[in-house]
């Protein structure tokens, strides 16, 4: 089964920007960063497809976050922009075997996670 691994996690101010990262093991299908903050549930922040040709944006990250997925490397990035500290949160990169025209958006879409790295983000 393919792992992920997250890295690019870390402390910054608000208005700040911070790229992280996660690479797979393997070729997957539809990729997608999720984020939990303490005491919250697990919410859907961004998605791509297989091709990078589709990508999904939650609401509260649209025009500040962009996904993007380099395939050679089996790696998908976030870059986030404008950080505020409501973004702080484990965020965690999620995986499937899907190879659809459209990336899921519910974390019951993906079967395999990443442990998660933190950004925390200061006032």
């Known amino acids: 089964q393919v792992q992920l691994v997250e890295s690019g996690g870390r402390l910054v101010q608000a208005g700040g920007s911070l790229r992280v990262s996660c690479t797979a093991s393997g070729r997957t299908g539809g990729m997608a960063w999720f984020r939990q903050a303490p005491g919250k549930e697990r919410e859907s922040v961004a998605a791509i497809n297989w091709s990078g040709g589709s990508t999904y944006y939650a609401d509260s990250v649209k025009g500040r976050f962009t996904i993007s997925r380099d395939n050679a490397k089996n790696t998908v990035y976030l870059q986030m922009n404008s950080l505020k500290p409501e973004d702080t949160a484990v965020y965690y990169c999620?995986?499937?075997?899907?190879?659809?025209?459209?990336?899921?958006?519910?974390?019951?879409?993906?079967?395999?996670w990443g442990q998660g790295t933190q950004v925390t983000v200061s006032s």
């Open positions: 999620a995986a499937n075997t899907y190879f659809s025209a459209r990336p899921g958006v519910s974390p019951n879409d993906y079967n395999t």
